[in-house]
């Protein structure tokens, strides 16, 4: 199972970015789906995740500002981003609670992450 992010990239504060995250290989279902993020000299730390059913969650410090959605058929989850700040600047990763089987435990898996920056 592979996690491949994309859309990260330089914006300018008050600015947009939409980011996805696509998993691929050997999956017989995906229960949660989510994003983290680090940003340098921080801890990894929750900005949003969905369930299979569409629940969120978000971090606080997010609330408002971003939307996490996924499309099931396409097993991807989204994350738009607006009105951006510079402290949101930090490596994105997503994971998602991965099934390869029926009767096998979920797995959780990590992307590779997506650098987004926020200038001033």
């Known amino acids: 199972v592979q996690l491949v992010e994309s859309g990260g990239g330089l914006v300018q504060a008050g600015g947009s970015l939409r980011l996805s995250c696509a998993a691929s290989g050997s999956i017989f279902s995906i229960n949660d789906m989510g994003w983290y993020r680090q940003a340098p000299g921080k801890q990894r730390e929750l900005v949003a995740d969905?369930?299979?059913?569409?629940?969120?969650r978000y971090a606080h410090s997010v609330k408002g500002r971003f939307t996490i959605s996924r499309d099931n058929a396409k097993n991807t989850v989204y994350l738009q981003m607006n009105s951006l700040k510079p402290e949101d600047t930090a490596v994105y990763y997503c994971?998602?609670?991965?099934?390869?089987?029926?009767?096998?435990?979920?797995?959780?898996?990590w992307g590779q992450g997506t650098l987004v920056t926020v200038s001033s």
């Open positions: 969905i369930t299979s059913g569409g629940s969120t």
């Open positions: 994971n998602a609670e991965v099934s390869v089987a029926t009767m096998i435990p979920r797995a959780l898996y």
